[in-house]
């Protein structure tokens, strides 16, 4: 059964979905109001299409968790993590830089699968070249956040470069 909760100030529907594995995951749909009665609106909605929204979410995880490609991982982070977390547009956009240098510094290969954790010192290297140390940490920590956005969408099968950007 959906519920609603409110985070920073705005309403986002929660539904519970099952994964391949068992394992029940919270999924947050945003309702765009702060407005508790125009959110209860959209819940009432979302309830009567439950199990479609369901079904269509899982078709999506499992579509994006075969192969993922790092542009594709990057494009599908940066259209939902703002919405889904409430962030302002300014962080969304150092988000998309950060995210851009990620891509450059891994331009031979296509998909997350692809990178190992002998890659990590290819982008310490590509971004300490650009930037000073405290910049690079920023990119690293932004970095590190689509990473796990990803990982926790189960799109990220391989979290090697994940858990060396911690």
């Known amino acids: ?36 009665t125009d959110a ?8 009567k299409e439950e199990l479609e929204i369901k079904q269509k979410l899982r078709d999506e995880l499992s579509y994006l968790n075969n192969r993922l490609t790092i542009e594709d991982g990057i494009k599908y982070f940066l259209k939902n993590v703002g919405k889904e977390r ?19 510094a891994f331009k031979g290969k296509v998909c997350f699968e692809n990178l190992t954790k002998e890659d990590y010192p290819v982008l310490i290297k590509y ?17 590190q956040a689509m990473l796990n956005y990803l990982h926790e969408k189960e799109k990220n099968q391989r979290d090697t470069v994940q858990s060396k950007t911690g």
């Open 1 to 36: 059964m959906a519920g609603l909760r409110l985070l920073k100030g705005k309403y986002y529907v929660r539904i519970w979905l099952k994964d391949p594995h068992g394992k029940t995951k919270e999924k947050l749909l945003p309702t765009d109001t702060s407005n508790k």
């Open 40 to 47: 209860l609106r959209v819940l009432k909605r979302i309830e």
């Open 86 to 104: 409430g962030l302002r547009e300014t962080t969304i956009r150092s988000y998309r830089l950060d995210c851009r240098d990620f891509l450059n």
């Open 127 to 143: 971004l300490s070249s650009r930037y000073n140390k405290t910049t690079t940490n920023i990119r690293l920590r932004s970095i």
